[in-house]
């Protein structure tokens, strides 16, 4: 083990599970109080119920599985938990924004910041409702 860093995931290099949940708790804030998120009338109807802390739990489980740490993601798929939502590509583009944004506030390094952003960007299609796919 000369080099630690060298096989170290995405999961580990973000701070793992204290990591990851501590900047999805700010992006949750965050997104609950986006304006431009609430524009979109069945998102601001879901944060509307309120409900923080189950959907914390959700994307920190997501986040973790998807960058290699333990496979915990209890919740639906990608393209069946937007579907209801009909996201365009500006929408997405918005919250790509603010997980870009909370990465970098929570103090997350290059290098980690870019592949977390290629993971969000390649649920693009999934998340973005077939009827808004054409730019
Ligand atoms: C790649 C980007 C995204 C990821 C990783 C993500 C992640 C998640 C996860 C893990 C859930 C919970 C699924 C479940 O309930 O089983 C969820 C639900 C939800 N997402 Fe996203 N999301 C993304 C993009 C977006 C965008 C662009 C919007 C809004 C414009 C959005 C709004 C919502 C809302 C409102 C729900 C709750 C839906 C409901 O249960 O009625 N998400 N998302």
Request: charge should be negative; aromatic fraction near 10%; glycine fraction near 8%.
């Amino acid at each position: 083990m000369s080099n630690m860093n060298e096989a170290k995931s995405l999961y580990d290099r973000l701070g793992g599970i204290y990591g990851i949940a501590g900047a999805v708790d700010d992006l949750v804030d965050r997104l609950y109080t986006n304006e431009n998120a609430n524009k979109n009338p069945a998102v601001r109807h879901f944060h509307e119920q309120g409900g923080e802390a189950g959907f914390k739990f959700l994307v920190t489980a997501w986040s973790v599985q998807e960058t290699g740490g333990p496979k915990i993601y209890p919740g639906r798929d990608m393209r069946e938990s937007h579907a209801h939502l009909k996201v365009d590509h500006d929408e997405f583009d918005n919250v790509y924004t603010a997980i870009k944004q909370t990465l970098f506030q929570v103090g997350v390094p290059k290098q980690e910041r870019d592949e977390f952003m290629a993971i969000i960007e390649s649920y693009r299609s999934m998340v973005v409702a077939p009827e808004n796919q054409a730019a």
